[in-house]
């Protein structure tokens, strides 16, 4: 038996169970992407995430597609023409996006990221933050999400508990990064690669080997690690909780399938403000309106006094 979750409402917030869910052969998720059952054609997306809602009821049930990096490839398949993801001054249709995913797909690939090495994410930049993520999805990595602004102990601790092959940050915070590393002791030094400017003798996300489109996904279990979270403290040290692909996978296609509508002439958008560093932000702000196939415009997290602005200065 694999789980799902179920949604139940508690005073204003809303409480996941996890339930027994059956497991059924379905043809229409494939590892290519899903292009509908083989006897009645396309199948709506959105079709999908709603028989996913009915429990336990086996007939609509889908098989987890083997990656929750996939989802890019139902909405770029369904809608590769349409507005997906960007930012106020910069958007990418998800066919678009799709090829952008996977050249760093390519390019992380080339300087030796594999299946199940731990990758360590730290931006305020959405726009880099979302795709470098998917990318370490599809290659079956383990994404490791830090605050920019957490210091060098807390990272260091980091640093020492899941020994990252690669860290993938601001320029801002190479310092801090090298410090963490020299207090963490670890035996070999993870790469180093900055994602919002180039830094002197630091390698940048764009100087990656990008020649090349890889559309292979790694194919997972459910219950194999997708992300690996760091949370309260406990003894003056953040904890770290893991999420699965599995987990976040059907999470994601449950709020998606409760929150958009049915609409492909006038189709939404979502405004995303939280931080992706942060679990909420990631999964509602990103992965939801990306499962949907709308429209998600990331904002780039301000700090205290900032104006939040469009490119033209306008609120």
């Given at each position: 038996?694999?789980?799902?979750?179920?949604?139940?409402k508690r005073g204003r917030f809303a409480k996941i169970?996890?339930?027994?869910?059956?497991?059924?052969?379905?043809?229409?998720?494939?590892?290519?992407?899903?292009?509908?059952?083989?006897?009645?054609?396309?199948?709506p997306i959105r079709l999908i995430y709603a028989n996913?809602?009915?429990?336990?009821?086996?007939?609509?049930?889908?098989?987890?597609?083997?990656?929750?990096?996939?989802?890019?490839?139902?909405?770029?398949?369904?809608?590769?023409?349409?507005?997906?993801?960007?930012?106020?001054?910069?958007?990418?249709?998800?066919?678009?996006?799709?090829?952008?995913?996977?050249?760093?797909?390519?390019?992380?690939?080339?300087?030796?990221?594999?299946?199940?090495?731990?990758?360590?994410?730290?931006?305020?930049?959405?726009?880099?933050?979302?795709?470098?993520?998917?990318?370490?999805?599809?290659?079956?990595?383990?994404?490791?999400?830090?605050n920019p602004r957490m210091g060098r102990y807390e990272?260091?601790?980091?640093?020492?508990?899941?020994?990252?092959?690669?860290?993938?940050?601001?320029?801002?915070?190479?310092?801090?990064?090298?410090?963490?590393?020299?207090?963490?002791?670890?035996?070999?030094?993870?790469?180093?690669?900055?994602?919002?400017?180039?830094?002197?003798?630091?390698?940048?996300?764009?100087?990656?080997?990008?020649?090349?489109?890889?559309?292979?996904?790694?194919?997972?279990?459910?219950?194999?690690?997708?992300?690996?979270?760091?949370?309260?403290?406990?003894?003056?040290?953040?904890?770290?909780?893991?999420?699965?692909?599995?987990?976040?996978?059907?999470?994601?296609?449950?709020?998606?399938?409760?929150?958009?509508?049915?609409?492909?002439?006038?189709?939404?958008?979502?405004?995303?403000?939280?931080?992706?560093?942060?679990?909420?932000?990631?999964?509602?702000?990103?992965?939801?309106?990306?499962?949907?196939?709308?429209?998600?415009?990331?904002?780039?997290?301000?700090?205290?006094?900032?104006?939040?602005?469009?490119?033209?200065?306008?609120?």
């Amino acid at each position: 038996m694999s789980l799902t979750p179920r949604l139940t409402k508690r005073g204003r917030f809303a409480k996941i169970l996890m339930l027994p869910r059956p497991v059924v052969e379905d043809k229409g998720l494939r590892n290519s992407g899903c292009r509908g059952h083989d006897t009645c054609g396309p199948v709506p997306i959105r079709l999908i995430y709603a028989n996913m809602l009915k429990i336990p009821s086996k007939e609509n049930y889908h098989q987890f597609p083997g990656n929750l990096g996939a989802l890019l490839d139902y909405s770029k398949e369904l809608h590769p023409d349409r507005n997906g993801i960007g930012t106020p001054d910069q958007m990418f249709t998800f066919a678009e996006y799709h090829d952008r995913v996977c050249r760093l797909v390519h390019g992380l690939r080339k300087i030796g990221i594999e299946r199940n090495d731990r990758v360590i994410v730290s931006s305020f930049d959405p726009l880099g933050y979302a795709s470098i993520s998917l990318a370490i999805f599809r290659i079956g990595a383990v994404v490791v999400p830090l605050n920019p602004r957490m210091g060098r102990y807390e990272f260091a601790h980091i640093i020492s508990e899941t020994r990252p092959k690669c860290v993938i940050c601001n320029r801002d915070n190479i310092s801090t990064a090298l410090k963490a590393y020299t207090l963490s002791q670890g035996p070999i030094s993870p790469h180093l690669i900055t994602i919002d400017e180039k830094a002197p003798s630091i390698p940048f996300i764009e100087d990656l080997d990008l020649s090349n489109a890889s559309s292979h996904w790694e194919k997972m279990t459910p219950d194999e690690t997708a992300m690996i979270v760091y949370t309260a403290a406990m003894d003056g040290y953040p904890l770290g909780a893991k999420l699965t692909h599995g987990s976040l996978f059907y999470d994601t296609v449950a709020f998606a399938g409760k929150s958009f509508g049915r609409n492909d002439t006038h189709p939404e958008i979502l405004f995303s403000l939280l931080p992706l560093f942060h679990t909420y932000g990631f999964t509602n702000g990103f992965l939801v309106p990306l499962a949907g196939s709308v429209t998600c415009l990331l904002f780039r997290y301000f700090n205290k006094g900032e104006d939040c602005c469009w490119p033209n200065g306008e609120l």
